[in-house]
């Protein structure tokens, strides 16, 4: 029997670890590729101890640098399996800065690195002939009126980088659309989801004075925020390809997130950095 075969970014806490722990519960090998085996290595061992040995294995993945991607790609190949689902949930808010190639740090993490593993990993999820792509997003996208592609290769601007986050969670919604409108012939389906305003370590840059507010607000466990996103990989059906789900529904994004222009431009403009980056 051909056993499916799935990545998860970042995966190593929070909802990635909630999903890799739900993906191999269902019999799937799980790949999580992630900066740091050592902080990995308990969830591979919970995994193996629950599942058995080989059900879980790392790949190493810096998503500030198109080197580390392209390398974590060419492990993934190595394997000679399909990729049946691409979980895209590594990410960060609040952090300051710019990524080895210069993007802005949450731009390029949280979108523009899932982008190029995306295109790097599109052979293998052609291969598996019925795979889903999940990309994290959230509803803070919608305060962001305009998508400046200047900004995107500048440092943090905003003290709390919540700004820089929501341009990320945006483009991940574009990214979401597009990629469906090029690869579902291929037999992709993609899916944009908001799991929800989850207690995990993806605010732990945010500004001390924030993290009481973000309490306040009443955060979802790791486990329901994995719920989420679990049900566009398994459950959400192939006809909502390309949207934006919220509480298990599609939903309509917000309406710059269902601009066609600006998900060609999105996409041919990651493209053309990818290139001239990559080997």
């Known amino acids: 029997m051909n056993v499916k075969t799935a990545l998860v970014t970042g995966a190593n806490t929070g909802i990635g670890k909630e999903i890799a722990l739900s993906l191999a519960s269902k019999g799937i090998k799980v790949f999580i590729a992630s900066r740091s085996y050592d902080k990995t290595l308990p969830v591979i061992q919970a995994v193996e101890k ?3 040995a080989h059900k879980c294995e ?23 399996v399909p990729l049946d689902f691409l979980v895209n949930n590594a990410g960060f808010a609040g952090s300051r800065g710019l990524t080895k190639e210069g993007f802005e740090l949450a731009f390029g993490v949280n979108y523009f690195g899932h982008y190029v593993l995306t295109r790097r990993l599109e052979r293998a999820l052609i291969r598996a002939n019925n795979a889903r792509v999940v990309n994290i997003s959230s509803k803070v996208h919608s ?10 290769r500048t440092p943090t601007k905003s003290l709390s980088g919540i700004k820089e986050y929501a341009v990320s969670k945006l483009a991940n919604i574009l990214f979401t659309s597009e990629l469906h409108r090029r690869y ?38 790791p486990e329901e925020g994995a719920r989420n996103v679990l049900h566009c990989a398994f459950v959400a059906s192939v006809t909502h ?20 222009e600006l998900a060609i431009k999105l996409w041919e403009q990651s493209e053309s950095w990818m290139n001239h980056y990559s080997k």
């Open 50 to 52: 629950m599942y058995g």
């Open 58 to 80: 790392w790949l190493s993945l810096d998503l500030e640098s198109i080197k580390s991607i392209d390398s974590c790609a060419d492990s993934f190949f190595e394997q000679n």
């Open 241 to 260: 390809s390309g949207k934006y789900f919220s509480k298990l529904t599609p939903i309509s994004p917000s309406t710059l997130a269902t601009n066609q």
């Open 143 to 152: 305060i962001v009126k305009k998508l400046d592609f200047a900004n995107l």
């Open 184 to 221: 579902a012939s291929l037999r992709i389906s993609s899916f944009a989801v908001h799991p929800g305003l989850v207690d995990t370590e993806i605010w732990r840059k945010l500004p001390f004075f924030l993290r009481p507010i973000l309490k306040l607000k009443g955060m979802l466990t």
